[in-house]
Nanobody
């Protein structure tokens, strides 16, 4: 069971970047998947999640309207399209997944993840 992120790198402020998260050893069909990022002094900050039992999508306040999460079931891949990037978006982004059944919203409960990727670094320059 593994998640592998890719797509990070250097981008100018105001630019766009797409991150990918590929699952192996399981499918997203019965999992909720989320993107989180490292924030100093905090556990993983929730960025976006999708795929709960009701098929809902969630976004963190700081990325609402700029980031879009999507999934390609055939490729067992989740994407995070990041637009209008800001310098404060610079950090390592992680993909996490958990089995359906946990009541608390995934974005606020990174501790509930069953599997994590190793992360991909995003750097936004001015």
């Amino acid at each position: 069971v593994q998640l592998v992120e890719s797509g990070g790198g250097l981008v100018q402020e105001g630019g766009s970047m797409r991150l990918s998260c590929i699952a192996s050893g399981f499918t997203f069909h019965t999992y909720e998947v989320g993107w989180f990022r490292q924030v100093p002094g905090k556990d993983h900050e929730g960025v976006s999640s999708m795929g709960d039992r009701l098929g809902r999508t969630y976004y963190g306040d700081s990325v609402q309207g700029r980031f879009i999460i999507s999934m390609n079931n055939a490729k067992n891949t989740v994407y995070l399209q990041m637009n209008n990037l800001k310098r404060e978006d610079s950090t390592t982004y992680y993909c996490g997944a958990r089995r359906h059944g946990t009541g608390v919203q995934f974005l606020t409960a990174p501790w509930s993840a069953d599997v994590w990727g190793k992360g991909t670094l995003v750097t936004v320059s001015s």
